[in-house]
Each structure stands twice: as C-alpha cells, then as structure tokens.
C-alpha cells in the first residue's frame, strides 16, 4: 500500500514520459540523503487540471526541450537516446511501476529502456520488451489490475492536493522542488532549510499580481 501522499515524508514524482525526470533519477547518488518514496503520477492529469499547454503543442518549445534534454544529458555524461515519437502514451509504464511499487532500481530500468534504449513502452511489442528488461514478464497482468489504475489515479489527484504542477518535482519539508535543474535547490535547502524563512523569499513568495493577462 503506497504512504498517504499528505504525510511529511519526503517524495519524488516522476512520469515516464518526461526526459528530465530520466535524467533527475540518473543523479540519484547526488539526491539528499533522505528516503524519498518515488511516486508515478500521469503528467497530462497534472496539465488538465491546472489548465497548462504541453509543451508539444508549441513547435518551438518542442524543439527547444527536446535539444535541451539532450544537452543536459551530453553535460552529465548521461546516455541518452530520444524514444522514436513523442509524446508517447505513458499510461502502461505507469500502471507497471504503480502495480510493483518500483523501488528506484525498477523505476531506473523502465526509464533507461525508454530513454538509454530508445523504445516507446505503449506499443503491444515494446511494452512486452520493457516487461523483459525490467524483469517483470507478467507485466500485461499487472497492469490490468483495477487496484493498479485506481493507485495511480489516487496518486495523480492527491500530487494535484499537494500543489503539483509538473514532473519530476521533489516534495521535501513539504515545499516542492520542480525540474531537473532543482537539485542544487534541494541539496541546499536541505543544508540550510532556514533559506526558505528568510525574509526575501517569504517576500517573493508572496509577490502580488501586476497584470492579469
């Protein structure tokens, strides 16, 4: 049974589909060293309920993510290989890792056979090759299972409750922490969590709206 998202414990969400959610978790060594408790939520569920445009629908900022995660990744001396169409359907990757509860070794495989690999996991053939690479052949049964789905639903509405907007987004003494590049961020935070009760932060966080556009 997953935790109640709402505890203090800290977290860390991730969707398949993201390359910089890969990336993040190819740093795991770098994270703070505290348990997070890796939780698969469906980006598009996140984007759908606080009214954000993916990202592909704007040719390009397409262009521009996709150059940057490859830069990231060529920057960190992380294999890399795009999955040959995105967007992708995520949704069977998800229910895999959510049926499992995928430890951080499991969740590395999944993402590593989409972005090391190259494959796209919706596809009957590469969803069957990402349940052989993951060790988990009885994946189709897994992921077919009604407590799976409705984990992963439970999952994405109570990421919503917290303030989720986008993955991968660490949740560390309970304020979030969104993208790749916000590691430097958490690895501070967590030597210094006085940073987020200085004035000037308070100040920003709490900035007035100038124009509504």
């Known amino acids: 049974m997953t935790p109640d998202l709402g505890s203090a414990s800290p977290r860390w969400f991730y969707d398949f589909i993201s390359p910089f959610s890969y990336l993040l978790l190819e740093q795991h060594d770098k994270w703070p060293g505290v348990p997070f408790v890796l939780t698969p939520v469906s980006l598009y569920g996140l984007y759908r309920h606080w009214g954000q445009r993916p990202g592909y629908e704007v040719p390009q900022k397409r262009i521009f993510t996709f150059r940057h995660a490859l830069f990231r990744a060529e920057q960190l001396g992380i294999p890399f290989k795009m999955p040959p169409a995105h967007p992708f359907d995520s949704t069977k990757a998800l229910l895999l890792a959510t049926a499992v509860e995928a430890d951080v070794a499991c969740v590395r495989e999944i993402f590593r056979f989409i972005w090391r690999e190259g494959r796209d996991p919706s596809t009957d053939e590469g969803f069957a090759d ?69 004035s000037e932060v308070k100040r920003v966080s709490a900035l007035p709206l100038g124009v509504v556009p």
């Open 130 to 198: 990402l349940c052989r690479y993951a060790g988990l052949p009885d994946g189709e049964q897994l992921i077919a299972r009604e407590a799976a789905k409705a984990q992963l639903k439970r999952n994405t509405d109570d990421a919503i409750a917290l303030g989720i907007f986008g993955v991968p987004t660490f949740r560390f003494n309970e304020q979030l922490f969104w993208g790749e590049d916000a590691l430097p961020m958490v690895l501070y935070c967590a030597r210094t969590p006085n940073w987020l009760e200085s």
